[in-house]
Each structure stands twice: as structure tokens, then as C-alpha cells.
């Protein structure tokens, strides 16, 4: 299972390659992949904005916050 979430933590695509016998087993699946998704895209929201702020800093105050 796959799931595509983007930074502002909307669901893009789900893909489902396997079939389910136990509905119980795919929403746990879908459960632990859309909390997965979710952590990184919050992850690399976080990254980002340090990115950016770096660049926005002058010289040699970049490293103050990470």
C-alpha cells in the first residue's frame, strides 16, 4: 500500500497491490500508512522552512536553529 500526502497534509493517492480477505486488515493498514504519510510530510515541511530560513539569515547565523 501506498498513500501521497502533501505538505499541507492533503491525501493525493492511495494504491492498494494487494487483496484483502480481512477489511480489519487493510484499515489497519491504511491506518498505519496514512500516519506514516503524515509524519513525513510534516518531516519535510520542517525541513524546508529550516531551509529557508537559513537562506533568509544573514551570514553565519543560519546554524543558530538546528
Do not use: Q, R, W, Y
Request: no cysteine.
Amino acid at each position: 500500500m501506498k498513500v501521497t500526502i502533501n505538505g499541507k497534509k492533503e491525501v493525493l493517492d492511495i494504491s492498494i497491490k494487494k487483496e484483502f480477505e480481512d477489511i480489519t486488515e487493510l484499515e489497519d493498514l491504511l491506518v498505519i500508512t496514512l500516519n506514516s504519510a503524515i509524519m513525513e510530510a510534516e518531516e519535510l515541511a520542517a525541513k524546508e522552512a529550516n531551509n529557508l530560513l537559513e537562506s533568509m539569515l544573514p551570514g553565519g547565523l543560519g546554524s543558530l536553529f538546528g
